[in-house]
C-alpha cells in the first residue's frame, strides 16, 4: 500500500508539488496522469526515495520512506521513465547486482532471473554489456530488475518509452497480473487508452495539485457529460 | 570548413559555458570564491616556489645556467609528454564518444567544424589547469631574472601556448591513427601498446639525457658552469620542443636572445605546421575514424558464454554480506572493463616501479650535511604528491562515476552508509598500498645511514598510512559534493573545477605536512652527519600535530561527501 500524506515538494521557490494526499491499495492498479511538468515524476521519485519530500510524509506498507527507509524500500519496486544502467555490466549482471543489494540467495535468483528473461524475451542479450542495448531492451532489463525480489509495491513511471508493440503488451499485462495478486501498482503515464484499459483508480494531476482521483466507474460517469471520451475529460480538466 | 558555422556553434557553446560559470545564486558565489581563493593561494604558492626554487640552485649549490636549464628541459618534456598523455584520453572522449559529435554529425555541418570545436573543447579543457600551473612557474622564473612583463607574456604566448597546441596535435593525430589501427587489430591491444611505447619513451629519454652523467660532466667546468656547454647533449635532443624551448630561455637568461631566437622560431613553425598537418588529417579521415570507433566497440562486445564463470562473478557465492559483495563486484566489473581506467592505473604503476627501483640504489655520503635531509623532503614531498594525483584520478570521480544509472542504488534498500563506505575502503586500499610501496622504498636509502634505528622507517610508513586516508577521504568526499552525474569520462570528471579544487586543498595539506616534518627530519640526519645522539621522541609532537590534521581533515571530507549523497538525485 501506499499512501501520500499532504505530501509537498519545493525547488527553491518554486512548489512542484502541492500538499498531496493519496492511498493506492494493496491489489489496485492507480493511473498518474497529468501534463508535461505537472509533478508526476516528482511524485514518483519521491515515493522510489530519490527525492526527499519537503513536508508531509510518504508510507510504504506501512513504512515512513524519510524515518525508515530500507524497510519501505524493501517491498518496493521502481521502473524509471529512462532505463540507466550500468553500461559495463552484461544484463545478468545487473541483474544479480540488483538481487545482491535485497539481499536474496543465490539459488533463487537464478531461478527468478531464468523465468523472467524467458518472459520478457530478453535471450542471449542478457549477456551482452548494457551499453550495446537499446532502449526497449533496457527498459525490459529494468522491469526484470524491478520484479526479482517480488515486490509488494510497484511504482512505474512511463513503462511504454521505447518497448515495441509486443514487449509493450508484455509488460502491461504482467503489470496488470501483480496487481490481481494483490501488488499496489502506481503507474505515471501520458497513453489514456493504456490508463483506461489496466487501471482501477484514475489520478490528474496539474500544476503539482490533485486535481482528479476516482474510479473507473465514476469517471465513466464524468465522461458522459463530454464526449464519452477520457481525452475530452483530460484535456479540459488539464486546461 | 564553413566559417558562419563553425562562429555561430562557437558563439552558443560560449553563452552556456558563461551561464554555467557565471552563475549568480548565493550558493554559487559563494563556491566561486572559494575556489578563487583556493587557486590564487595555489598560484601564488607555485609562483614563490619557482621563484625561490630558482635562486636557490642558482645562488646556493651554484649549479650554474647551463644545467639548470637542462633541468628545465627534462622537466619540459615531462610536461609535453603529460600534456600529450592526457589530450589522447580526453579527445578519445569528445572527439569519439560525445553525444554532441553524433547530434552535430546529423546535421548539415562540416566534419572538420566538428573536429576543430571538439578539439577546442578538448584542448582547454584537458590543458587549461596544466598551463595555468606553467604560466605560473613561469612567470617566478622569470622574475628571478627581471624579466619585464611583456618579454613574459611573448614566453606564454607564443610559446608556452604553441608548445602546449603541438603536443595536443601530436595527440589527436597519434588518436587518429590508433583508431585506424584498432579497426584491425582491437582496441585493447592499441592501448596496451600505446602504454608500453610512451614507457618506452619516458625510460629511452632519461637514459640517453642521464642526469647523473650531465651533472658530472658540468661539474668538471667548476665553477664556470654557466657557459654553452651544447656538446654534452644527446643527439636526438635537437629534436624535441622542450629543448627549442629550455634552449631558448637558456639564451635569454644568458641576455644572447638573438641566439634563442632560431629556437623560439623553430617551435612556433613546427607548431603551425602540425595544426596545418593535423587539420588535412582531420579533413580526410575524422569521420571514418569516427565510424570505425563503433565498429571496434561492437566487435569488442561479444556475448558472454552463459556457463562460463569468471573471476569475482556475480553467480559465485561469497563469504561477504550479499550488499557488499553486489557493490564490491559492480565497482571491480566496471573498473576494468573501461580501458581509460585500467591502463591509466597500469601506467601510473609501472611509473611508480621504474620510480622505486631507481631510487632504491641511492646511496648517501654524508658529505654535505643537509643533501640526505633536502633528499629525504623531496621524497616525501613526491610520494604526498603521488598519493594526491592517484586520489585525484581515481577515487575523486567514483561517486560521479555511478552516473544516472545511481537511481538503481538509491532506491534500493541499501544504506546509504553501506554503500559509501565500501565505496570508500576500496578507493583507499588501492591508494594506500601504492602509497606504501612508495614511502617504503624511498625511506630505504636513509634507513641504510642508520640500520639500527628504525624510527624513520615506521615515520614514514605512518605518514604513508596518514596521507593516503586524508587524500582518498577529501577526494571521496568533494568528489561527492562537486558529483556530476552527467559525465561518463572519468578523466574529465578527475579535470573538473570541483576536482582541480580538491587537488589544491590536498597540495596544500601536503605542504602544510611537510613544513612539520621538516625540523625534526633535519634534526635526524643533522644528528647523524655530526654524531650526535637524536632521541627518537623528538618525533613524537609532530607526529601528533601531523595525525590531528589528517584526522580533521579526514573527518571533514567523508562527513561532507556523505551528506551530499544524500541529496535528491
Given at each position: 500500500m501506499i499512501q501520500l500524506q499532504s505530501v509537498t515538494k519545493k525547488f527553491g521557490s518554486f512548489v512542484?508539488?502541492?500538499n498531496l494526499s493519496l492511498t493506492v491499495q494493496a491489489g489496485e492498479f492507480f493511473g498518474f496522469l497529468g501534463p508535461n511538468g505537472a509533478g508526476k515524476t516528482t511524485t514518483i521519485k519521491m515515493i522510489a526515495g530519490l527525492f526527499t519530500p519537503t513536508s508531509g510524509r510518504i508510507l510504504i506498507n506501512g513504512f515512513d520512506s524519510v524515518k525508515n527507509p530500507l524497510e519501505a524500500k524493501q517491498s518496493l519496486a521502481y521502473i524509471p521513465d529512462?532505463?540507466?544502467?550500468?553500461?559495463?555490466?552484461t544484463g545478468r549482471e545487473f541483474l544479480y547486482f540488483v538481487g545482491g543489494l535485497f539481499r536474496l540467495s543465490k539459488e533463487f535468483l537464478k531461478e527468478q532471473i531464468e523465468k523472467l528473461i524467458d518472459h520478457f524475451e530478453i535471450g542471449d542479450w542478457v549477456?551482452?554489456?548494457?551499453?550495446?542495448?537499446?532502449q526497449g531492451m533496457r527498459q525490459r532489463i529494468t522491469i526484470v530488475a524491478a520484479l526479482l525480489h517480488q515486490p509488494k509495491v510497484i511504482v512505474v513511471d512511463e513503462?511504454?518509452?521505447?518497448?515495441?508493440p509486443r514487449s509493450a503488451r508484455i509488460v502491461l499485462d504482467t503489470l496488470k497480473k501483480q496487481s490481481r495478486e494483490g501488488v499496489a501498482v502506481f503507474m505515471s503515464t501520458h497513453s489514456l487508452p493504456v490508463a483506461e484499459e489496466l487501471c482501477d483508480r484514475i489520478g490528474i494531476i496539474k500544476d503539482g495539485s490533485l486535481i482528479f482521483a476516482d474510479t473507473q466507474d465514476r469517471l465513466r460517469s464524468y465522461k458522459k457529460q463530454y464526449d464519452g471520451k477520457l481525452e475530452s475529460v483530460f484535456l479540459e480538466l488539464t486546461k | 570548413m564553413t566559417i558562419p558555422v563553425f562562429v555561430h556553434i562557437l558563439y552558443y557553446k560560449i553563452v552556456s559555458f558563461l551561464k554555467t560559470t557565471f552563475d549568480l545564486r548565493f550558493v554559487s558565489i559563494v563556491r566561486g570564491v572559494g575556489s578563487l581563493l583556493v587557486f590564487g593561494g595555489f598560484a601564488a604558492g607555485a609562483y614563490i616556489l619557482a621563484n625561490e626554487i630558482t635562486r636557490y640552485v642558482l645562488e646556493q649549490p651554484k649549479i650554474g645556467l647551463f644545467l639548470f636549464h637542462r633541468f628545465i628541459s627534462m622537466m619540459l618534456f615531462v610536461f609535453f609528454v603529460s600534456v600529450n598523455l592526457g589530450n589522447i584520453i580526453v579527445s578519445y572522449a569528445t572527439l569519439y564518444r560525445s553525444p554532441e559529435v553524433a547530434y552535430l554529425l546529423t546535421k548539415p555541418v562540416a566534419y572538420p567544424t566538428i573536429f576543430v570545436l571538439k578539439f577546442l573543447d578538448n584542448f582547454l579543457y584537458s590543458s587549461t589547469t596544466l598551463f595555468l600551473v606553467a604560466f605560473m612557474v613561469l612567470l617566478g622564473y622569470g622574475s628571478y631574472f627581471g624579466y619585464p612583463w611583456y618579454v613574459m607574456t611573448c614566453i606564454m604566448v607564443l610559446l608556452l601556448i604553441p608548445f602546449m597546441l603541438l603536443s595536443a596535435c601530436l595527440a589527436v593525430l597519434i588518436l587518429m591513427g590508433l583508431m585506424k589501427i584498432a579497426g584491425k587489430i582491437g582496441f585493447r591491444r592499441v592501448m596496451t601498446l600505446l602504454s608500453g611505447l610512451y614507457l618506452l619513451m619516458v625510460y629511452l629519454f632519461f637514459k640517453f639525457s642521464n642526469p647523473i652523467r650531465l651533472i658530472e660532466e658540468t661539474a668538471r667546468y667548476y665553477p664556470n658552469v654557466?657557459?654553452?656547454?651544447?656538446?654534452?647533449?644527446?643527439?636526438?635532443?635537437?629534436?624535441?620542443p622542450s629543448h627549442w624551448l629550455a634552449e631558448f630561455l637558456f639564451f635569454l637568461s644568458r641576455g644572447e636572445v638573438e641566439r634563442g631566437l632560431p629556437m623560439a622560431l623553430l617551435l612556433v613553425l613546427v607548431t603551425a605546421a602540425m595544426v596545418v598537418v593535423t587539420l588535412l588529417v582531420a579533413h580526410r579521415f575524422y569521420y571514418r575514424s569516427w565510424l570505425i570507433t563503433f565498429q571496434v566497440q561492437a566487435e569488442s562486445n561479444t556475448p558472454q558464454k552463459k556457463d562460463s564463470v569468471r573471476f569475482f562473478d556475480f553467480r559465485k557465492n561469497s563469504i561477504l554480506p550479499a550488499q557488499i559483495e553486489s557493490l564490491l563486484k559492480k565497482e571491480y566489473f566496471t573498473f576494468f572493463r573501461e580501458p581509460g581506467q585500467w591502463i591509466h592505473l597500469g601506467v601510473m604503476i609501472v611509473l611508480i616501479t621504474v620510480f622505486v627501483s631507481s631510487i632504491r640504489g641511492l646511496n648517501f655520503i654524508l658529505r654535505v650535511a643537509d643533501l640526505p635531509a633536502l633528499t629525504y623532503l623531496v621524497l616525501f614531498a613526491f610520494g604526498g604528491f603521488l598519493a594526491s594525483s592517484l586520489s585525484l584520478r581515481f577515487v575523486f570521480p567514483l561517486t560521479s562515476l555511478e552516473g544516472q544509472s545511481f537511481w538503481a542504488i538509491r532506491s534500493m534498500p541499501v544504506k546509504i552508509g553501506t554503500y559509501y563506505v565500501s565505496k570508500f575502503l576500496v578507493g583507499f586500499l588501492a591508494v594506500a598500498i601504492l602509497a606504501v610501496v612508495v614511502f617504503w622504498f624511498s625511506n630505504a636509502p636513509f634507513v641504510r645511514l642508520t640500520p639500527t634505528n628504525r624510527v624513520l622507517l615506521w615515520f614514514g610508513l605512518f605518514n604513508a598510512g596518514m596521507l593516503s586516508l586524508t587524500m582518498s577521504a577529501l577526494n571521496m568526499g568533494l568528489g561527492g559534493y562537486f558529483a556530476n552525474f552527467q559525465e561518463k569520462n572519468p578523466i574529465r570528471i578527475a579535470s573538473s573545477q570541483g576536482a582541480t579544487l580538491t587537488f589544491l586543498i590536498t597540495l596544500v595539506y601536503l605542504i602544510i605536512l611537510v613544513a612539520i616534518i621538516t625540523v625534526p627530519i633535519t634534526g635526524h640526519f643533522d644528528a647523524i652527519f655530526y654524531g650526535r645522539f637524536f632521541p627518537p621522541g623528538r618525533i613524537m609532537p609532530p607526529t601528533l600535530v601531523l595525525a590531528a590534521i589528517s584526522v580533521f581533515l579526514t573527518t571533514f571530507g567523508l562527513v561532507i561527501g556523505y551528506r551530499s549523497l544524500k541529496r535528491d538525485f
Amino acid at each position: 500500500m501506499i499512501q501520500l500524506q499532504s505530501v509537498t515538494k519545493k525547488f527553491g521557490s518554486f512548489v512542484a508539488i502541492d500538499n498531496l494526499s493519496l492511498t493506492v491499495q494493496a491489489g489496485e492498479f492507480f493511473g498518474f496522469l497529468g501534463p508535461n511538468g505537472a509533478g508526476k515524476t516528482t511524485t514518483i521519485k519521491m515515493i522510489a526515495g530519490l527525492f526527499t519530500p519537503t513536508s508531509g510524509r510518504i508510507l510504504i506498507n506501512g513504512f515512513d520512506s524519510v524515518k525508515n527507509p530500507l524497510e519501505a524500500k524493501q517491498s518496493l519496486a521502481y521502473i524509471p521513465d529512462q532505463p540507466f544502467l550500468y553500461d559495463k555490466l552484461t544484463g545478468r549482471e545487473f541483474l544479480y547486482f540488483v538481487g545482491g543489494l535485497f539481499r536474496l540467495s543465490k539459488e533463487f535468483l537464478k531461478e527468478q532471473i531464468e523465468k523472467l528473461i524467458d518472459h520478457f524475451e530478453i535471450g542471449d542479450w542478457v549477456d551482452r554489456r548494457t551499453e550495446d542495448y537499446s532502449q526497449g531492451m533496457r527498459q525490459r532489463i529494468t522491469i526484470v530488475a524491478a520484479l526479482l525480489h517480488q515486490p509488494k509495491v510497484i511504482v512505474v513511471d512511463e513503462p511504454m518509452v521505447g518497448l515495441d508493440p509486443r514487449s509493450a503488451r508484455i509488460v502491461l499485462d504482467t503489470l496488470k497480473k501483480q496487481s490481481r495478486e494483490g501488488v499496489a501498482v502506481f503507474m505515471s503515464t501520458h497513453s489514456l487508452p493504456v490508463a483506461e484499459e489496466l487501471c482501477d483508480r484514475i489520478g490528474i494531476i496539474k500544476d503539482g495539485s490533485l486535481i482528479f482521483a476516482d474510479t473507473q466507474d465514476r469517471l465513466r460517469s464524468y465522461k458522459k457529460q463530454y464526449d464519452g471520451k477520457l481525452e475530452s475529460v483530460f484535456l479540459e480538466l488539464t486546461k | 570548413m564553413t566559417i558562419p558555422v563553425f562562429v555561430h556553434i562557437l558563439y552558443y557553446k560560449i553563452v552556456s559555458f558563461l551561464k554555467t560559470t557565471f552563475d549568480l545564486r548565493f550558493v554559487s558565489i559563494v563556491r566561486g570564491v572559494g575556489s578563487l581563493l583556493v587557486f590564487g593561494g595555489f598560484a601564488a604558492g607555485a609562483y614563490i616556489l619557482a621563484n625561490e626554487i630558482t635562486r636557490y640552485v642558482l645562488e646556493q649549490p651554484k649549479i650554474g645556467l647551463f644545467l639548470f636549464h637542462r633541468f628545465i628541459s627534462m622537466m619540459l618534456f615531462v610536461f609535453f609528454v603529460s600534456v600529450n598523455l592526457g589530450n589522447i584520453i580526453v579527445s578519445y572522449a569528445t572527439l569519439y564518444r560525445s553525444p554532441e559529435v553524433a547530434y552535430l554529425l546529423t546535421k548539415p555541418v562540416a566534419y572538420p567544424t566538428i573536429f576543430v570545436l571538439k578539439f577546442l573543447d578538448n584542448f582547454l579543457y584537458s590543458s587549461t589547469t596544466l598551463f595555468l600551473v606553467a604560466f605560473m612557474v613561469l612567470l617566478g622564473y622569470g622574475s628571478y631574472f627581471g624579466y619585464p612583463w611583456y618579454v613574459m607574456t611573448c614566453i606564454m604566448v607564443l610559446l608556452l601556448i604553441p608548445f602546449m597546441l603541438l603536443s595536443a596535435c601530436l595527440a589527436v593525430l597519434i588518436l587518429m591513427g590508433l583508431m585506424k589501427i584498432a579497426g584491425k587489430i582491437g582496441f585493447r591491444r592499441v592501448m596496451t601498446l600505446l602504454s608500453g611505447l610512451y614507457l618506452l619513451m619516458v625510460y629511452l629519454f632519461f637514459k640517453f639525457s642521464n642526469p647523473i652523467r650531465l651533472i658530472e660532466e658540468t661539474a668538471r667546468y667548476y665553477p664556470n658552469v654557466d657557459i654553452n656547454l651544447a656538446r654534452l647533449d644527446p643527439f636526438f635532443a635537437r629534436f624535441l620542443p622542450s629543448h627549442w624551448l629550455a634552449e631558448f630561455l637558456f639564451f635569454l637568461s644568458r641576455g644572447e636572445v638573438e641566439r634563442g631566437l632560431p629556437m623560439a622560431l623553430l617551435l612556433v613553425l613546427v607548431t603551425a605546421a602540425m595544426v596545418v598537418v593535423t587539420l588535412l588529417v582531420a579533413h580526410r579521415f575524422y569521420y571514418r575514424s569516427w565510424l570505425i570507433t563503433f565498429q571496434v566497440q561492437a566487435e569488442s562486445n561479444t556475448p558472454q558464454k552463459k556457463d562460463s564463470v569468471r573471476f569475482f562473478d556475480f553467480r559465485k557465492n561469497s563469504i561477504l554480506p550479499a550488499q557488499i559483495e553486489s557493490l564490491l563486484k559492480k565497482e571491480y566489473f566496471t573498473f576494468f572493463r573501461e580501458p581509460g581506467q585500467w591502463i591509466h592505473l597500469g601506467v601510473m604503476i609501472v611509473l611508480i616501479t621504474v620510480f622505486v627501483s631507481s631510487i632504491r640504489g641511492l646511496n648517501f655520503i654524508l658529505r654535505v650535511a643537509d643533501l640526505p635531509a633536502l633528499t629525504y623532503l623531496v621524497l616525501f614531498a613526491f610520494g604526498g604528491f603521488l598519493a594526491s594525483s592517484l586520489s585525484l584520478r581515481f577515487v575523486f570521480p567514483l561517486t560521479s562515476l555511478e552516473g544516472q544509472s545511481f537511481w538503481a542504488i538509491r532506491s534500493m534498500p541499501v544504506k546509504i552508509g553501506t554503500y559509501y563506505v565500501s565505496k570508500f575502503l576500496v578507493g583507499f586500499l588501492a591508494v594506500a598500498i601504492l602509497a606504501v610501496v612508495v614511502f617504503w622504498f624511498s625511506n630505504a636509502p636513509f634507513v641504510r645511514l642508520t640500520p639500527t634505528n628504525r624510527v624513520l622507517l615506521w615515520f614514514g610508513l605512518f605518514n604513508a598510512g596518514m596521507l593516503s586516508l586524508t587524500m582518498s577521504a577529501l577526494n571521496m568526499g568533494l568528489g561527492g559534493y562537486f558529483a556530476n552525474f552527467q559525465e561518463k569520462n572519468p578523466i574529465r570528471i578527475a579535470s573538473s573545477q570541483g576536482a582541480t579544487l580538491t587537488f589544491l586543498i590536498t597540495l596544500v595539506y601536503l605542504i602544510i605536512l611537510v613544513a612539520i616534518i621538516t625540523v625534526p627530519i633535519t634534526g635526524h640526519f643533522d644528528a647523524i652527519f655530526y654524531g650526535r645522539f637524536f632521541p627518537p621522541g623528538r618525533i613524537m609532537p609532530p607526529t601528533l600535530v601531523l595525525a590531528a590534521i589528517s584526522v580533521f581533515l579526514t573527518t571533514f571530507g567523508l562527513v561532507i561527501g556523505y551528506r551530499s549523497l544524500k541529496r535528491d538525485f
